[in-house]
């Protein structure tokens, strides 16, 4: 079973509005990550936020983590069309990794 | 473009085969981890290299064997071939283990028939 998972399953908005995905995980964390995924490609990697880090900014994304509810953010602001992706965060406990099933984001122009 | 390139980018096999699927890490990382993701889910870790060494392991069988090269690059091994090993297999390298930033290949997608 995956640790992380992701909500809402499926989003959709208009360019412009502000994004927001949640990711809920089961046990203790090294750190976690948030990647993108375009059409059943490679992932992207976005950004990392250590377990000791409450929150983090890269450009229009903005990160946040609360571990004593074992949960995460990814808040993507003024989207695009080109953000249309399924997001996935990644939690590792130093030598395994677990990814969520993925909220997958509809931009619409 | 991350750097980590995979062979082949597609596969094609019958059941009970064996396939081997390869992958070369980005210049400078010696870590190496292995996913594989169903159509519509996300990936799942099947195990990960740290020079040459297998680091850790998530919930696949042993016919889910791996290596990795002096070099970094790294294979993936899957024997007895069933159906449900149909999916999109990514390797991704990174600079160290313990939950260094991951660079993913485009991924090879096998369909067992």
């Known amino acids: 079973s995956q640790q992380g998972e992701e909500d809402p399953q499926a989003l959709s908005i208009q360019e412009g509005e502000n994004a927001t995905m949640n990711c809920s995980y089961k046990t203790s964390i090294n750190n976690l990550q948030w990647y993108r995924q375009n059409s059943g490609r490679g992932l992207v990697h976005l950004i990392l936020?250590?377990?000791?880090?409450r929150e983090k900014h890269s450009g229009r994304l903005r990160v946040t983590l609360d571990t004593s509810k074992k949960s995460s953010s990814l808040l993507i602001t003024a989207s695009r069309a080109a953000d249309t992706a399924s997001y996935f965060c990644?939690?590792?406990?130093?030598?395994?990794?677990?990814f969520g099933s993925g909220t997958k984001l509809n931009v619409k122009p | 473009e991350t750097g980590v390139t995979q062979s082949p980018t597609h596969l094609i096999k019958t059941r009970g085969q064996q396939v081997t699927l390869r992958c070369s890490s980005q210049s400078g990382h010696n870590t190496v981890s292995w996913y594989q993701q169903a159509l519509g889910q996300g990936p799942q870790f099947i195990f990960q290299?740290?020079?040459?060494?297998?680091?850790g392991r998530g919930n696949f069988p042993p016919r889910f064997s791996g290596l990795q090269f002096p070099n970094y690059s790294s294979e993936l091994n899957v024997n007895a071939l069933e159906l449900d090993d149909s999916a999109l297999y990514l390797c991704?390298?990174?600079?160290?283990?313990?939950?260094?930033?991951?660079?993913f290949g485009p991924g090879t997608r096998l369909l067992v028939l």
């Open positions: 990644a939690t590792d406990n130093f030598n395994k990794f677990y």
């Open positions: 290299y740290y020079r040459e060494e297998e680091n």
């Open positions: 936020i250590r377990s000791n880090e």
């Open positions: 991704a390298s990174s600079l160290n283990w313990g939950g260094e930033t991951q660079y």
